[in-house]
T-cell receptor
């Protein structure tokens, strides 16, 4: 079955450590996205990539970094510069038309 | 700039009763509109979308929504809810040109009471 796989589902890290969230898709989609979800705030776009080796900042990119070395993979690194990293992170991808996106199951990051 | 307002943060409804979840948007260009459902600790699943054409859109799980351009609304309806519909629902608006332009509402939690 085609889909988007995010791992791990739950992640705990100490304050000041960088952490990388994995996102893999086998839908052959060109575009991939990272969103952050906080209670009562909906989803906010962190980074997106429309093609391999290219990515752009979204609305809340500060303290995050990404790479897109392969079409299937779009890992997100939460750096120590992110002031409030505890959140639910969602990865998504969309096809060439980019009229909708398919979401992974999310990673809940807790920084203690 | 575009925005989405979901007027109700929580909606309780008895099982088998009808429900309407409200969504209003603002945009200066033509829009695409979406409703997603999210179960606890899960990703988002597309319920339905409006891109063009008929203003009444039918989706999965018996949901439907109507695009009303004059009222800038895209309310979600279901004639008879089930316990399994308990979830959070997100309205989203996009402009042609790529999904990176999607703006999400803050969500409405639907609680179905047995």
């Amino acid at each position: 079955d085609g889909g988007i796989t995010q791992s791990p589902k739950y992640l705990f890290r100490k304050e000041g450590q960088n952490v990388t969230l994995s996102c893999e898709q086998n839908l052959n989609h060109d575009a991939m996205y990272w969103y952050r979800q906080d209670p009562g705030q909906g989803l906010r776009l962190i980074y997106y990539s429309q093609i391999v080796n290219d990515f752009q900042k979204g609305d809340i990119a500060e303290g995050y970094s990404v790479s897109r070395e392969k079409k299937e993979s779009f890992p997100l690194t939460v750096t120590s510069a992110q002031k409030n990293p505890t959140a639910f992170y969602l990865c998504a991808s969309s096809d060439r038309d980019r009229t909708e996106a398919f979401f992974g199951q999310g990673t809940r990051l807790t920084v203690v | 700039a575009q925005s989405v307002t979901q007027l109700d943060s929580q909606v309780p409804v008895f099982e088998e009763a009808p429900v309407e979840l409200r969504c209003n948007y603002s945009s200066s260009v033509s829009v695409y509109l979406f409703w997603y459902v999210q179960y606890p600790n899960q990703g988002l699943q597309l319920l339905l979308k409006y891109l063009s054409g008929s203003t009444l859109v039918k989706g999965i799980n018996g949901f439907e929504a109507e695009f009303n351009k004059s009222q800038t609304s895209f309310h979600l309806r279901k004639p008879s809810v089930h316990i399994s519909d308990t979830a959070e629902y997100f309205c989203a608006v996009s402009a042609p040109g790529g999904y990176q332009k999607v703006t999400f509402g803050t969500g409405t939690k639907l609680q179905v009471i047995p």
